[in-house]
């Protein structure tokens, strides 16, 4: 975020941290069909419904943030760094487990586990040993073990993507920070539906939260050629 008058109290305040990879996790945040594929149930219910709002979402996601977390996987992945996979979602069929504000949508969009809604994209499929962490709400320290995971595993340097910028991917980031982790949002790694909700949701995360950078930036400080990894 630039510095300007209006700011740059604010970034007197934020505390730097090291990167250090051995203390990073890659966090990739509900990158599944429900939401997060053009063909997936949201994107077809859109297309049903003669709706163009899912345009810049779906767009972004093939154009971005697909190609850029496949960067940070592999970067992970060769230095055998720890990488941790969110989904959302219930875990009971009828999704009688998913808090109210939750339920309506898992049901609509068939996502539960065992579904193919559910499962996360093929083009960012997990590799054996890696962590897949289903929660039943936005933000994943809520009602899962993650936090445990992390620290058991002494990784408090956590670089996220995915989606929803403004929703899961920015709740997580939250969460996260509120309990001592250090936190950097990958903005080309994430999307949502709309334009000015990604960006009022990255304006105002590095106001104290933690820090944004792109998917170069990340793989510079993490010790990678952004051009040949």
Same mark, same amino acid.
């Given at each position: 975020?630039?510095?300007?008058?209006?700011?740059?109290?604010?970034?007197?305040?934020?505390?730097?941290?090291?990167?250090?990879?051995?203390?990073?996790?890659?966090?990739?945040? #509900?990158?599944?069909? @429900?939401?997060? /594929?053009?063909?997936?149930?949201?994107?077809?219910?859109?297309?049903? =419904? *003669? &709706?163009?709002?899912?345009?810049?979402?779906?767009?972004?996601?093939?154009?971005?943030?697909?190609?850029?977390?496949?960067?940070?996987?592999?970067?992970?992945?060769?230095?055998?760094?720890?990488?941790?996979?969110?989904?959302?979602?219930?875990?009971?069929? #009828?999704?009688?487990? @998913?808090?109210? /504000?939750?339920?309506?949508?898992?049901?609509?969009?068939?996502?539960? =586990? *065992? &579904?193919?809604?559910?499962?996360?994209?093929?083009?960012?499929?997990?590799?054996?040993?890696?962590?897949?962490?289903?929660?039943?709400?936005?933000?994943?320290?809520?009602?899962?073990?993650?936090?445990?995971?992390?620290?058991?595993?002494?990784?408090?340097?956590?670089?996220?993507?995915?989606?929803?910028?403004?929703?899961?991917?920015?709740?997580?980031?939250?969460?996260?920070?509120?309990?001592?982790?250090?936190?950097?949002?990958?903005?080309?790694?994430?999307?949502?539906?709309?334009?000015?909700?990604?960006?009022?949701?990255?304006?105002?995360?590095?106001?104290?939260?933690?820090?944004?950078?792109?998917?170069?930036?990340?793989?510079?400080?993490?010790?990678?050629?952004?051009?040949?990894?």
């Amino acid at each position: 975020m630039p510095t300007t008058p209006d700011n740059d109290y604010i970034q007197a305040f934020m505390t730097e941290r090291a990167p250090d990879f051995s203390r990073a996790a890659l966090i990739v945040v #509900d990158m599944q069909y @429900a939401t997060g /594929h053009r063909d997936g149930a949201l994107g077809r219910r859109l297309a049903a =419904e *003669g &709706s163009n709002v899912g345009g810049y979402r779906f767009a972004r996601i093939e154009a971005l943030v697909v190609p850029n977390m496949k960067r940070l996987l592999d970067r992970f992945r060769k230095a055998k760094g720890a990488v941790i996979y969110l989904t959302v979602g219930a875990d009971k069929a #009828d999704c009688s487990d @998913a808090p109210p /504000h939750m339920i309506n949508m898992f049901r609509a969009l068939d996502n539960f =586990e *065992g &579904s193919r809604e559910h499962e996360i994209i093929d083009e960012l499929k997990p590799h054996d040993g890696e962590s897949v962490i289903n929660k039943t709400t936005i933000g994943a320290f809520a009602s899962t073990g993650i936090d445990h995971l992390l620290r058991s595993m002494g990784r408090d340097q956590l670089y996220m993507g995915g989606v929803s910028t403004n929703m899961c991917v920015d709740t997580t980031a939250r969460e996260a920070a509120d309990r001592g982790y250090g936190v950097t949002l990958i903005e080309d790694a994430c999307a949502t539906t709309h334009e000015d909700l990604h960006d009022a949701t990255i304006t105002n995360f590095q106001r104290l939260f933690g820090r944004v950078i792109s998917t170069d930036e990340a793989m510079a400080e993490l010790g990678a050629d952004s051009k040949n990894v």
